[in-house]
């Protein structure tokens, strides 16, 4: 099972595991991992599920597309390595992701 590490605003780290196929934002709400809304349940169809992904992640994982790409218009603070976390899909070369949530989604 792969391991996401959530990282908040402050610095604080959680560590938890979930399964393979399962979205970083399933993760992160099956952990009670704050700073992640999901308002729309993992549909695309908003931003509150937006995350920053460590640099060294970020070739791992399947380009944005254009609808990820609209909805992180939405989105406060909006960097480089930002995504939506309900595209990210967890796999084992995934393992020990680290993920940032914002102060604000």
Same mark, same amino acid.
């Given at each position: 099972m792969?391991k /996401? &590490?959530? #990282?908040? #605003?402050?610095?604080?780290? %959680? $560590?938890v $595991?979930? %399964?393979?196929? *399962?979205?970083?934002? $399933? *993760?992160?709400?099956?952990?009670?991992?704050?700073?992640?809304?999901?308002?729309?349940?993992? *549909?695309?169809?908003?931003a509150?599920?937006h995350?920053? /992904?460590?640099?060294?992640? &970020? +070739?791992k994982l399947? =380009?944005k597309?254009d609808?990820e790409?609209?909805m992180l218009?939405? *989105?406060? @603070?909006?960097?480089? @390595?930002?995504r939506?976390?309900?595209?990210?899909l &967890?796999?084992?070369? &995934?393992? +020990?992701i680290?993920?940032?949530? =914002?102060?604000?989604?």
């Amino acid at each position: 099972m792969p391991k /996401v &590490l959530f #990282h908040d #605003h402050a610095g604080n780290t %959680k $560590e938890v $595991e979930a %399964k393979s196929g *399962a979205s970083v934002m $399933e *993760a992160a709400i099956a952990n009670m991992v704050p700073g992640i809304d999901a308002d729309c349940g993992g *549909a695309c169809a908003c931003a509150t599920c937006h995350v920053y /992904v460590a640099d060294a992640w &970020l +070739g791992k994982l399947k =380009p944005k597309d254009d609808m990820e790409d609209s909805m992180l218009d939405f *989105a406060e @603070n909006v960097q480089d @390595n930002s995504r939506l976390s309900c595209q990210i899909l &967890l796999s084992d070369a &995934l393992d +020990g992701i680290e993920i940032t949530t =914002p102060e604000n989604q």
